[in-house]
T-cell receptor, first 114, second 110 residues
């Protein structure tokens, strides 16, 4: 299996620009998670989906952040407009709860907003 | 509110020098406690899930144990390739997302 695939791996953008991060979960998985990692705050949950439906978005920092999962194989995390404090590594993860509950992470998208 | 605290923040060991990493947690009903390894520039790599107090799991030089308040990751005779950040996370009965601790950065020197 290819694992969780994220793109882009690295992005540098200017403040005020729109950023779209993409995720392809492992085939057959029914849970998808978006996390953000910084040195100060560690790994924080932003939002998670079950069967493409958002279940908990209480970690989304503010209205500038939005996430969608139009189908079982694709999800996006969008930041508009971006700010320097959004600079972080964004991870996508997926799992198939009823088959072992292991949550697998992608390699992350490194975002720098200047 | 669920809380996960890992200690120490950083640990330096000589090759072969066994030690333990601690993960203390509070959660309103534990579904599972997870251990991950994270190498620089990589995503967290799954190691273990523990579900109930008294449970133990092993993988090569690593052994994870669980009580009602904490989990330990024991590293026996570590090698330099065990150097990484080790993350602990809890999954509450109320949901399926993981709540992570800040991690322990382990450096094993030859």
């Amino acid at each position: 299996d290819a694992g969780v695939i994220q793109s882009p791996r690295h992005e540098v953008t200017e403040m005020g620009q729109e950023v779209t991060l993409r995720c392809k979960p492992i085939s057959g998985h029914d849970y998808l998670f978006w996390y953000r990692q910084t040195m100060m705050r560690g790994l924080e949950l932003l939002i998670y989906f079950n069967n493409n439906v958002p279940i908990d978005d209480s970690g989304m920092p503010e209205d500038r952040f939005s996430a969608k999962m139009p189908n079982a194989s694709f999800s996006t995390l969008k930041i508009q407009p971006s700010e320097p404090r959004d600079s972080a590594v964004y991870f996508c993860a997926s799992s198939f709860y009823t088959r072992g509950n292991t949550i697998y992470f992608g390699e992350g998208s490194w975002l720098t907003v200047v | 509110e669920d809380q996960v605290t890992q200690s120490p923040e950083a640990l330096r060991l000589q090759e072969g020098e066994s030690s333990s990493l601690n993960c203390s947690y509070t959660v309103s009903g534990l579904r599972g406690l997870f251990w991950y390894r994270q190498d620089p520039g990589k995503g967290p790599e799954f190691l273990f899930t523990l579900y109930s107090a008294g449970e133990e799991k092993e993988k090569e030089r690593l052994k994870a144990t669980l009580t009602k308040k904490e989990s330990f990751l024991h590293i026996t005779a570590p090698k330099p390739e065990d150097s990484a950040t080790y993350l602990c996370a809890v999954q509450a009965l109320s949901g399926y997302a993981l709540n992570f601790g800040k991690g322990t950065s382990l450096l094993v020197t030859p």
